[in-house]
C-alpha cells in the first residue's frame, strides 16, 4: 500500500484567513465588498479573521449542531492521530507554508 494519512473520518483541522487566501489564490482586496459563504467551514478561523478585518463573512457547517465541548474534544483527537502519523509521511508534503511538523 502506498504512503499516505489514514483518515478513517472528517478530521476537524482549521485553516486560518492567510491559508484560504494562499490556497484558494484569493485577493483580499476584491473580496472587501463581497458578501462570503464559507461551506463546510469546519473548524476554520477564516470567518472569524475575515469578519474581524471587515469582510462580510458567514461560515456553515453540520459541525456546528455539536456543542463546543464536542467539538474541542473531536478537534484533539483529531490533531493527535494526525501529527502521530506525519513524521512517517513528511516527505510527501511540500513544507512552503509550514517550514515543518512543529
Request: hydrophobic share 40%; glycine share 2%.
Given at each position: 500500500?502506498?504512503?499516505?494519512?489514514?483518515?478513517?473520518?472528517?478530521?476537524?483541522?482549521?485553516?486560518?484567513?492567510?491559508?484560504?487566501?494562499?490556497?484558494?489564490?484569493?485577493?483580499?482586496?476584491?473580496?472587501?465588498?463581497?458578501?462570503i459563504l464559507d461551506v463546510a467551514s469546519g473548524v476554520s478561523s477564516f470567518c472569524?479573521?475575515?469578519?474581524?478585518?471587515?469582510?462580510?463573512?458567514?461560515?456553515?457547517?453540520?459541525?456546528?449542531?455539536?456543542?463546543?465541548?464536542?467539538?474541542?474534544?473531536?478537534?484533539?483527537?483529531?490533531?493527535?492521530?494526525?501529527?502521530?502519523?506525519?513524521?512517517?509521511?513528511?516527505?510527501?508534503?511540500?513544507?512552503?507554508?509550514?517550514?515543518?511538523?512543529?
Open positions: 500500500m502506498d504512503k499516505q494519512l489514514d483518515l478513517k473520518d472528517v478530521v476537524l483541522i482549521g485553516r486560518t484567513f492567510e491559508e484560504y487566501c494562499k490556497m484558494f489564490d484569493l485577493d483580499s482586496n476584491l473580496l472587501k465588498n463581497e458578501i472569524a479573521e475575515a469578519n474581524r478585518e471587515g469582510f462580510n463573512v458567514t461560515a456553515s457547517d453540520r459541525i456546528y449542531s455539536s456543542s463546543p465541548l464536542e467539538i474541542e474534544q473531536k478537534c484533539r483527537q483529531d490533531l493527535d492521530m494526525v501529527v502521530k502519523q506525519l513524521p512517517d509521511i513528511a516527505d510527501l508534503y511540500v513544507w512552503n507554508f509550514f517550514k515543518d511538523i512543529q
